[in-house]
C-alpha cells in the first residue's frame, strides 16, 4: 500500500512534549490503561507501537530543540536590554525555558470530519481501583496478623516475603504491560506491604531489632523504605512509590534525630525532631521537576516548621532568653528553604508561605522572652517595638530587592506588628471606654474621681509614641514619607486621645477631651477655609467626633461634670456646622445637637423630680421636659424655616416631631394607667394641667405647619397629628376635671369628630386630617369592644357618626363623585353594629323584629333607587346587602336554636340560590343568587358544626345536614357554570370549594373508632375522590381541575385523619381508594394523549398504594400486608413491562427490592456471620478490581439498559 493516511481516523495533534511520551496514547493522548485505547479504539498492543513511541520521542526532541532556540532568543534580548527600569517596580519574570508555548505545531492536513471523543470513565474506575485495592489491603492486613497468630518464625517470614514480593513483581509486570492505573493501584498495595513487614521485622525480633530504640528503628525504617521507593520509582517507571518516598523522608528523618538525641532532654528533643521535620523538606530538588512529589515535601516541611515553632515556645522554661534560640533556629530553616525555592525559581506559593512564617516567627520571637520575664512594662512595650522594626526591615529589603516573596514577608511581620499595636491600641481604648462607662452609672462619683493611671500604661502610651515616630523616622529615610504623612499624623492624633485617661482624675479627662474636641473643630474650620486635604479633614473629624463622645459619655458619672460637658458638646456641634458646606453633614450635625439637648434637658427634669419629690415621679417629669422642648423645637423650626437650609429644617423638625408624638403617648399612656389604679405620681409640675399645656402647646404648633405649602411631607405630617393632638387635649381635659364615664370614652372621638368637621370646611386636602381622625376613632373602637365597656354601644355609634362626617364631601353624600361617599356603608355598618351590640347586651335572641325590619327598608331603599337610576347597579348591591343581613344573622342564630327556624332559614337560602341560578335575565336574580349561597353556607352548616361540638357522635343529623346542603350548592354550582361569563363559572367554583371544604371538617371531627365512623370516612373518602376523577376528566366548570386537585387534598386529609382516629383501620382502606381514583385518571390520560407519559399519570397513585403499606411492614407485618405489596409490585412490574410503562416498572422493581430485603434480612445477616469479616472484605475487593478492570464493558452495558428503560414511555 503506498499511504495509510486514509486509514489514521480520529487523531488529535500535540500541543506539548509532554503529549509524546509513551505513557499516553499516540492518537488522543489518554493515559495508557488498557491494551485498547477506551477513548480512540486504538490498539496499544500492536507491534509497531514501539516503531510510533520511538518516532514520537523524536519529534518530542525536535520541540524541545526549538524551544531551547525560543528561550535563548528571549534571554539574549533580555540580556541587551537597557536597565534604566524604575527602583520601584519588580522586573518582569522571563518565562521558562521549559515551558511549552500555547501551540507548538499545526496539522500538516486535519482530518475532514473528527468524531467527538467518546466521553472517558477515568476517575471513576481510579475511584473503583482505590476501593478495591484498600479492601484487599484490609483483608491481607488481617490474613498476615491471621498467620503471625498461627504459624512459626519462619513460616511468618515466609508468607510475609513472599506477599511483598509477589506486589512489587505484580505492579512492575502490569506497568511494563501499560495498564498505569491498575500498576499504580497494586503498588500501592507494595506500599502497604513493606510497612508492614518493618513492623513484622520487630515484632519478630529479626536481626535483633527490638533491642534499637523504637523511635530511632522506624526513623532508620522510613528513610531506608523511602530510599528503596525511589530507586523502585526509576527502575519501574511507577509513580506512587516516589510520592511515597518523598513524602516519608523528612518524617523518617525526624524520627532519626528524634531517636539519636537520647541524651538531651524531652522538650529538646521533640524540638530538634521536628526542626528535621522541616529541614527534610529541602531534599524537594532531587525530585527532579515533579510537582506532586516538590508539594508534598514543601508542605510536610511547612507543618514542621509550624510545628517546631509551637515546640519552640515552650524549650526549657527554665532560661528566659530561650526562645530566642530556638525560634531563630526555626527562622533560618525557613530562610533556607526560601532561598533554595528563589535560587531555583519553583514553587512561589510555597516560598511565600514560607517566607511569612519566617517574618511572623521573627516578629515574634520577642513575645515569649517577656511572658517568661514577667514584666508588664517589658510585655506592653518591646515586642511591639521589635517586631515593628521587623517590618520596616523587611519592607525596606523589599522595596530594595522589588521581590514578592520579600514583600509577602515583610506584609507577614506588619502583621503581627499590627497586631501588637492593636492589643495595645485596644488596651488603651478599654481604658478610656471604662472612663466613659463610669457614665452609666449616673452621677455616681465626683468630680475628682481619681483614674487608673499604674506604669504600664504609661509604658504601652510610650510605645505607641515610639512605634509612630519610629515609623515615620524609617519612612523618612525611604522617602516615602510625603505619601504617608496622614497615617503618621492619623495615628498621633489617636495617641493623643488615648492617653487623655491618664491625666488621673475625671474632671482633667473631660475637661482635656472637650479641648481635644474644640481644637478639632477650629481646625476643621481652618481646614476649610484654607482648602487642606480630605484625609487630614477625615483624621480631624475622627478625632473631634471620639474626642466629644468620651467626654460627653464619662461626664454624667458626676453632677460636677455633665453639665459643662453637654452645654459645650452642643455647642461645639453647632459650631462645627460652619466647617463644611455639605448640606447633609449640617444638618446631621444640627439633628445630633438636638438629640442631646433633648437628653440634656430630660436629665433636668429627672434630677428635679429626684431632688424636691426623692424621684417618685421622675420618669413622667422628664417626658414632660422633653415634650415641652420638642414642641419649642417644632415651632423653632418653622420659625427658623426661612435661615436654616431645607433639609436641616426637615432634620430639626422630624426629630423634635417624633419626640414630642412618643412624648405625648408616654404622658396618655401613663395618665391612663394612674386613673385605672387610682394611683398619682408625685410631680413638680401638676398633672393633668401639664398634659393640658402641652397638649394645647402641640395642637397650636402643628396648626401652622399643616396650613404651609413649602413642606409637603411636614405639612402631611403635622395634618396626620391635629386628631391625635387634640384627642389627648380632651383626654387630659378629662382628666383633668375627674369627670365621670363615660367621658374618658368619648372625649378622643368627640375631640377627633370635631377635626372631621372643622376639616370640612377648612381648605386643603383633607386626606390626612381625615387618616388622623381614623388614628384616634378606630383604637378607642377596638378597645372598646375588646374590653366589653358598658359605653361600648355609644362609642360605635360616635364612631358611625365620625365615618359619616369624613364619608360626606364637600357637594355633600349621595350626589357626590369622590371616592370617599363609601365610607357611608362604613357609617351604616357601625350603626348596625351599636344597634347589634346592644341588642346582645340585653340578651335578646330573637332577631327577626330587628333585622326585618331592616332588611324591609334597605330593600324599600333599593326600590326607589332603581326608580331614580334604573341604569346603575348600587340598587342591586342595596338588595344584597338587604338580604344578608338577615340571613346571615337568623343562620348563625339558628346553629342552637328550634329547628325550625333553622329549616326555614336553610330552605329560603336554598329558594333563593336555586331561583337565581335557573332563572335568568336580571342582575337582581344574580344578587338572589349570592345571597341565597351566602345563606346556605352559614345557615347549613351552623347546624352540624354546633352538633359537632356539642353534640354526640352518633347523630346522624349532622349527616343529613351535611349531604343537603352539598347537594343544593352542587345543583346550583353546576346550573350556574353552565351559564355564559367567567365570572359565574369562578364563583361556582369557589363557592363548591368551600362547601367541601366545610363538608369536610365537619365530617372529620366527628369521625370515631366505630363502624359508623368507617362508614363516614369511607364515603367522604370515596365521594372526594369520585370529585377528583370527573374533575381530572371532565376538566369543565365547576368540576374543574382546580376542584379537582382541592377534592385531593381533601381526601388525603380525610384519610390521614380517619386513619388517626381508628375509623380507618388498617389505612389501606383509604389509601386503596385514592390509589384507584388517581390509577383510573392516569389510565385515562395516557390512552387520550399519546404523548402522555407514565411518571405524573400513573406514579402518585403507585406510590400512595404501595409507600404508606411498605413503610407500615417495618413495624407491622401481617401477611396480608406482605401478600398485598408483592402482589401489587409483581402486577406494576408486569404492567409496565408489558405495556411499555417506566413509572410501573421501576417503582415496582424498587419497591419489591426494598420489601424483600426488610423481609429477608434476618437471613442475609445470618449468611454474613457465617465467616470472618475480613474474608467479605477480600471479596468485595476481588470484584471491585474485576470491574474496574472491565470498567468499559460493564459501561456499555449499563448505558444499554439504561437505554432500553429510557425508551419506555
Known sequence: MDSYLPHVGYVQFPRRPDDLTAAVCPACFTARTFALCPTCGLDLANPAIADLDAASTDAAESLDRRLELIGRIRYETTLAAPAAAPPSSAPQPVAAAAAAPTTVAAPPRPAPAAPAAPARHLGVQVILLIVGVSLLAVGAIFFLVYAFITFGLVWRSVIIGAVTVAAFVAASLLRRRKLFATSEAISALAVVFVYLDAFAIRANNLFDAQNVDGVLYWGFALLIAAAGFAAWHRLSGLRLPNVVAFTSFAPGLALLVGGASTAWDDDVRVFAGLLALGAGGLVHPLARGKVVERSLSLTIAILGVILAGVTALFVQPQVDWAPLVTLGLVVLVTAAHVWVLVRLAVGTVFSMILASLGALVAAV??????????????????????????????????????????????????????????????????????????????????GGQPLDTEPSYVAAAGALAAVVGIAAAAWALSGVLRRRYLIVVAAALGVVVLAVPLLGQLWLAVLAWLVVGAIAVALLIVARRLSWGAGIRIALLCTGVSSL?????????????????????????????????????????????????????????????????????????????????????????????????????????????????????????????????????????????????????????????????????????????????????????????????????????????????????????????????????????????????????????????????????????????????????????LAFGGLTWAMVDRGVRDLEPYVLPLTGALLLIALLAWRAHRESIAPAFIALGALVVSLIPLGVVGADGPVTRTVIVTGVAALLLLAGTFLRGSIYLDVAAAAGAAGVLV?????????????????????????????????????????????????????????????????????????????????????LAGIHVVGMLLDRAPFTRVIAWISLGLALFATLAGSLAGALDPFEWGTVLLAVALLSVGAVMLRRRADAGSWPWLAPGLLVVLGPSLIATFSDQPIWRLVGIGVVCVAAILVGALAKLQAPLLIGTVVVLIHAIRTFAPQLVAVYQLTEWWVWAVVGGAIIIFVAVTFERRMRDLTSVGSRIAALR
Open 365 to 446: 520571637s520577642v513575645l515569649p522572652v517577656a511572658v517568661r520575664l514577667d514584666d508588664r512594662m517589658f510585655l506592653v512595650a518591646v515586642p511591639m517595638v521589635v517586631a515593628a522594626l521587623v517590618a520596616l526591615v523587611l519592607e525596606l529589603v523589599a522595596r530594595r530587592t522589588s521581590s514578592r516573596v520579600a514583600v509577602v514577608a515583610a506584609w507577614s511581620a506588619a502583621a503581627v506588628a499590627g497586631v501588637f499595636v492593636a492589643s495595645v491600641t485596644i488596651g488603651a481604648l478599654g481604658r478610656a471606654l471604662v472612663v466613659a462607662a463610669l457614665g452609666t452609672e449616673r452621677w455616681s462619683v465626683g
Open 549 to 829: 463622645a468620651l467626654a460627653y459619655s464619662s461626664s454624667w458619672a458626676s453632677i460636677d461634670t455633665w453639665w459643662f460637658a453637654s452645654v459645650g458638646t452642643v455647642a461645639l456641634l453647632v459650631v462645627a456646622r460652619v466647617a463644611t458646606t455639605l448640606l447633609a453633614f449640617r444638618a446631621g450635625l444640627l439633628g445630633v445637637a438636638s438629640v442631646l439637648a433633648l437628653v440634656a434637658i430630660g436629665s433636668e427634669g429627672w434630677h428635679v423630680n429626684e431632688r424636691f419629690q426623692a424621684g417618685a415621679g421622675a420618669g413622667l417629669e422628664s417626658a414632660h421636659a422633653v415634650g415641652f422642648l420638642a414642641i419649642v423645637l417644632v415651632g423653632v423650626a418653622f420659625l427658623l424655616a426661612t435661615t436654616l437650609s431645607v433639609v436641616e429644617t426637615r432634620v430639626l423638625f422630624w426629630i423634635s416631631f417624633v419626640t414630642a408624638l412618643v412624648t405625648a403617648a408616654v404622658s396618655v399612656i401613663t395618665n391612663a394607667a394612674t386613673s385605672a389604679f387610682g394611683t398619682a405620681l408625685p410631680l413638680v409640675l401638676p398633672e393633668f394641667a401639664t398634659s393640658v399645656v402641652l397638649a394645647l402647646l402641640f395642637t397650636a404648633v402643628l396648626v401652622p405647619w399643616a396650613a404651609t405649602r413649602r413642606f409637603a411631607p411636614e405639612r402631611l405630617a403635622a395634618s396626620l397629628a391635629l386628631a391625635p393632638a387634640a384627642a389627648w387635649l380632651a383626654d387630659s381635659l378629662v382628666r383633668m376635671l375627674a369627670l365621670p364615664d363615660p367621658a374618658p370614652w368619648i372625649a378622643p372621638i368627640t375631640a377627633a369628630l370635631i377635626v372631621a368637621a372643622v376639616s370640612l370646611v377648612a381648605k386643603g386636602s383633607r386626606v390626612a386630617r381625615d387618616i388622623g381622625v381614623g388614628i384616634i376613632v378606630v383604637p378607642v373602637l377596638i378597645l372598646a369592644l375588646a374590653s366589653s365597656a358598658d359605653p361600648a354601644w355609644l362609642v360605635l355609634l360616635l364612631s358611625g357618626v365620625a365615618a359619616l362626617v369624613v364619608a360626606t364631601s364637600r357637594d355633600g353624600l349621595f350626589s357626590s363623585t369622590s371616592p370617599r361617599k363609601h365610607l357611608g356603608w362604613v357609617a351604616l355598618a
Open 939 to 1023: 345557615a347549613g352548616f351552623a347546624r352540624p358544626i354546633a352538633l359537632s361540638l356539642t353534640g354526640p357522635s352518633t347523630d346522624t343529623s349532622l349527616d343529613f345536614w351535611v349531604a343537603g346542603s352539598v347537594c343544593v350548592v352542587l345543583l346550583a354550582a353546576v346550573a350556574q357554570a353552565g351559564r355564559e361569563g367567567v365570572a359565574r363559572k369562578v364563583a361556582a367554583q369557589a363557592v363548591l370549594a368551600i362547601t367541601l371544604g366545610l363538608a369536610t371538617l365537619v365530617e372529620v371531627s366527628v369521625l370515631r373508632d366505630s363502624s359508623l365512623g368507617t362508614v363516614r370516612a369511607l364515603v367522604v373518602v370515596a365521594v
